[in-house]
């Protein structure tokens, strides 16, 4: 996928000025929040411990990063061993290049596909377009995005969460060429109706893959809609494309993950379905494809572990942080410019990405840290994103004058004598802006916190300077 | 007991009344107020910026500053989370002065867990009069896990009434350089915040830290709301001067 995350600020002053995005973020907002914070309370109520279990995920997580070679290697061997071919890519150019490859191997026509996060990042559907494959999402978020002109998504499990009923409706009718439906099972039931050919026509189904299990080299999959089983059962090839980072050890590891993920993505206690798919279709077998491929992707990860942001590899993708985030409740995913938004994406994109590609993207949360405790493997996302500032200061990518002045004023500020004269004259020249008001409308020093909102009037002397007064 | 009060350079430049309510409080508690005069500021606005090496200055001058002193207090959540929380980690490869951070490090605390866990105050000088909504700063709630103590000190005033707003504990978009760097965003964050205080009709939106209870006046003023006052709370706790 194209990046703009260098197009943050004016993505997201976009994203303010749409009275549509608006009214959409403002319906979801509470949803995601509100549910999740219902299953942990039923969680506990049944005597569960989330506090523990949070711990629990993070140590296998971690396990698992210091080790990730060699779990690889052992799902690659239990994953052969089931009739399965597994290739690694290192870039989304060679998974491209893989999927088109085994497309064109067994002669596919049309690909139906389940949601895959990775395959944005890989631009598959474009690569399969210029090969002559029609790709098809089956997701039904995500298949509103693709009949909509290819529409990034802007949310990592609810990809169409920024379109309203009214959107959806119009987009529907227009490409469908039915009459308008206004009910949302009316318009499921059009979309069920359109996809069903596409299942049963698609030679081949791309599924992304929520976990591995090294074990016994299974995918596990995480849905609600059912169309990932459709996609992995009905065609003749099946193609998992994941990253490296979602291997697990054992069943038993994966049950600890899913009892997180799922509370943590949508507050059910479980999803759905949870497929949990082993090896090609034996003889006795009714369903299931006769080639199974995994393409394990690198695209960046490999760089990050052993890094001191291993820690963000933890990610399971379950999008607590972006949903209790201030500033992707604000603005929404689009404007965060590339496939993963809100916390975890303004990590990830600078670690993956560059990160003189996403200079804005550390900067763009106010440290509130709702996401590091809704985090159901405990990444620590703000001192993530501070450490990713850090590292663009090291490298001398903020702006030459953001960096003078940090440096002059904390010189200043140890000195305390030269500082008392700067505060004193500071709030002086404040309390002149104001005029005798309690507040100033325009500040020429600071536009960015005038435009939106009044700043109030200095007392007028320093603390320090009438504290020293009173002693006298 | 001795207590050297941080009184945050924001406190310092645009609320000094805030400071010497927080001098009031404590003697009120029983404690000896020192304000040592060199002190500045706590570095946050560098550390936050990833100028870890103006972050790291500063932080040894606070420590030095305030070593000698068996209790600071601070009136923000987001600054006494700095020294006992971030100022540690910001040597770990300088033996010494990591010692000297980890040192103060538990001495430092945040004003109403203080009055609470500390000085344990059972009366305070405070008389004011009114329905107040508090909002819970984020350093101060998330990293410091202050939620009760304020409301505990609140409740002392026989003339408060305490009305929760819906979301007291989302951040109001303050977020230091955020505020002035993602302008728009912040402000738009801040009216969310607003409205949400605002639905409880209360006289005060109360808080514990002056950065978010700047945004959220200057929100206020901006929206037209010419009344709702907006106070820190050991003005409250401490009544006038």
């Known amino acids: 996928m194209q990046i703009r995350s260098m197009f943050f600020k004016a993505n997201a002053a976009s994203a303010l000025a749409n009275p549509v995005l608006q009214g959409n973020m403002r319906m979801s907002k509470g949803k995601f929040v509100d549910k999740r914070r219902t299953a942990i309370t039923d969680f506990q109520a049944e005597g569960g411990d989330f506090e523990a279990l949070r711990e629990a995920g993070a140590e296998l997580r971690n396990r698992v990063l210091n080790d990730l070679d060699l779990w690889?290697?052992?799902?690659?061997?239990?994953?052969?061993?089931?009739?399965?071919?597994?290739?690694?890519?290192?870039?989304?150019?060679?998974?491209?290049?893989?999927?088109?490859?085994?497309?064109?191997?067994?002669?596919?026509?049309?690909?139906?596909?389940?949601?895959?996060?990775?395959?944005?990042?890989?631009?598959?559907?474009?690569?399969?377009?210029?090969?002559?494959?029609?790709?098809?999402?089956?997701?039904?978020?995500?298949?509103?995005?693709?009949?909509?002109?290819?529409?990034?998504?802007?949310?990592i499990i609810a990809p169409v969460v920024h379109k309203g009923l009214d959107e959806v409706a119009d987009l529907f009718a227009r490409v469908h060429k039915t009459p308008r439906k206004t009910?949302?099972?009316?318009?499921?039931?059009?979309?069920?109706?359109?996809?069903?050919?596409?299942?049963?026509?698609?030679?081949?189904?791309?599924?992304?893959?929520?976990?591995?299990?090294?074990?016994?080299?299974?995918?596990?999959?995480?849905?609600?809609?059912?169309?990932?089983?459709?996609?992995?059962?009905?065609?003749?090839?099946?193609?998992?494309?994941?990253?490296?980072?979602?291997?697990?050890?054992?069943?038993?590891?994966?049950?600890?993950?899913?009892?997180?993920?799922?509370?943590?993505?949508?507050?059910?206690?479980?999803?759905?379905?949870?497929?949990?798919?082993?090896?090609?279709?034996?003889?006795?077998?009714?369903?299931?494809?006769?080639?199974?491929?995994?393409?394990?992707?690198?695209?960046?990860?490999?760089?990050?572990?052993?890094?001191?942001?291993?820690?963000?590899?933890?990610?399971?993708?379950?999008?607590?942080?972006?949903?209790?985030?201030?500033?992707?409740?604000?603005?929404?995913?689009?404007?965060?410019?590339?496939?993963?938004?809100?916390?975890?994406?303004?990590?990830?994109?600078?670690?993956?990405?560059g990160l003189d590609k996403a200079i804005d993207l550390p900067h763009a949360a106010t440290l509130c840290n709702q996401c590091g405790v809704v985090c159901p493997v405990k990444i620590p996302l703000p001192e993530l994103l501070r450490k990713l500032r850090e590292k663009q200061v090291e490298k001398g990518l903020r702006p030459l004058m953001e960096r003078l002045t940090l440096k002059a004023w904390a010189w200043v500020a140890c000195r305390p004598k030269l500082y008392a004269v700067g505060t004193r004259f500071g709030v002086r020249y404040l309390s002149w802006l104001a005029g005798g008001r309690d507040r100033i409308g325009a500040l020429g020093i600071a536009p960015g916190w005038t435009d939106g909102r009044d700043f109030p009037a200095p007392q007028g002397k320093t603390f320090r300077e009438m504290h020293a007064a009173r002693q006298r | 007991m001795r207590v050297a009060l941080f009184v945050t350079c924001l406190v310092d430049m645009m609320r000094p009344r805030i400071g010497?309510?927080?001098?009031?409080?404590?003697?009120?508690?029983?404690?000896?107020?020192?304000?040592?005069?060199?002190?500045?500021?706590?570095?946050?606005?560098?550390?936050?910026?990833?100028?870890?090496?103006?972050?790291?200055?500063?932080?040894?001058?606070?420590?030095?500053?305030?070593?000698?002193?068996?209790?600071?207090?601070?009136?923000?959540?987001?600054?006494?989370?700095?020294?006992?929380?971030?100022?540690?980690?910001?040597?770990?490869?300088?033996?010494?002065?990591?010692?000297?951070?980890?040192?103060?490090?538990?001495?430092?605390?945040?004003?109403?867990?203080?009055?609470?866990?500390?000085?344990?105050?059972?009366?305070?000088?405070?008389?004011?009069?009114?329905?107040?909504?508090?909002?819970?700063?984020?350093?101060?709630?998330?990293?410091?896990?202050?939620?009760?103590?304020?409301?505990?000190?609140?409740?002392?005033?026989?003339?408060?009434?305490?009305?929760?707003?819906?979301?007291?504990?989302?951040?109001?978009?303050f977020g230091g350089t955020f505020s002035v760097k993602f302008g728009d965003v912040s402000a738009a964050i801040a009216e969310r915040k607003c409205a949400n205080a605002c639905t409880t009709g209360a006289d005060a939106i109360v808080g514990g830290d002056l950065g978010c209870l700047l945004n959220i006046e200057g929100k206020l003023r901006r929206m037209g709301d010419e009344t709702t006052r907006v106070l820190h709370v050991a003005e409250v706790l401490a009544g006038d001067d």
Not at chain 1, 78 to 105: F, N, P, Q, S, Y
Not at chain 1, 124 to 152: F, R, S
Not at chain 2, 58 to 74: H, R, S, T
């Open chain 1, 72 to 155: 690889l290697e052992r799902f690659e061997s239990a994953a052969i061993a089931t009739g399965a071919t597994v290739l690694w890519a290192k870039d989304g150019a060679e998974v491209c290049r893989h999927v088109v490859d085994i497309a064109r191997r067994h002669g596919v026509k049309k690909a139906a596909k389940s949601k895959s996060m990775l395959s944005e990042e890989a631009g598959l559907n474009q690569a399969l377009e210029a090969a002559g494959i029609q790709p098809v999402e089956t997701d039904l978020g995500e298949y509103i995005l693709q009949i909509n002109d290819n529409e990034p998504p802007s949310h």
């Open chain 1, 183 to 353: 009910e949302i099972p009316e318009l499921t039931r059009e979309a069920r109706e359109v996809l069903r050919q596409h299942f049963l026509d698609a030679d081949m189904g791309i599924s992304g893959g929520n976990f591995l299990v090294a074990e016994t080299g299974s995918v596990a999959l995480v849905t609600n809609e059912g169309n990932g089983r459709m996609v992995t059962t009905l065609p003749r090839v099946h193609v998992v494309v994941t990253g490296i980072e979602k291997v697990t050890p054992t069943l038993e590891d994966l049950s600890l993950l899913l009892r997180l993920l799922i509370r943590s993505a949508t507050g059910q206690s479980i999803s759905n379905y949870v497929s949990l798919l082993t090896g090609i279709k034996q003889p006795e077998e009714h369903d299931g494809p006769e080639h199974l491929y995994f393409v394990l992707v690198d695209n960046g990860r490999a760089d990050v572990v052993a890094s001191e942001f291993q820690d963000m590899l933890r990610c399971i993708r379950c999008g607590a942080c972006m949903n209790h985030c201030p500033v992707y409740q604000t603005i929404g995913g689009h404007a965060y410019g590339w496939v993963y938004p809100g916390p975890m994406g303004s990590v990830l994109t600078p670690l993956y990405m």
């Open chain 2, 20 to 173: 010497f309510a927080v001098i009031r409080l404590l003697e009120a508690a029983g404690c000896e107020v020192i304000v040592p005069d060199s002190q500045t500021c706590c570095g946050q606005p560098a550390f936050n910026s990833g100028d870890r090496a103006s972050a790291a200055m500063l932080a040894k001058k606070v420590i030095a500053e305030f070593e000698g002193y068996e209790y600071v207090v601070a009136p923000s959540g987001s600054c006494a989370d700095q020294i006992r929380n971030e100022y540690p980690g910001l040597f770990a490869d300088d033996p010494e002065w990591h010692g000297r951070a980890v040192a103060l490090a538990s001495r430092v605390h945040e004003l109403t867990d203080f009055l609470v866990n500390v000085a344990r105050v059972d009366k305070l000088p405070g008389n004011f009069c009114g329905s107040i909504t508090y909002h819970d700063s984020c350093a101060g709630l998330r990293s410091l896990g202050i939620k009760r103590q304020p409301r505990q000190l609140l409740a002392k005033l026989p003339g408060v009434e305490l009305k929760e707003m819906p979301g007291a504990e989302e951040c109001c978009g």
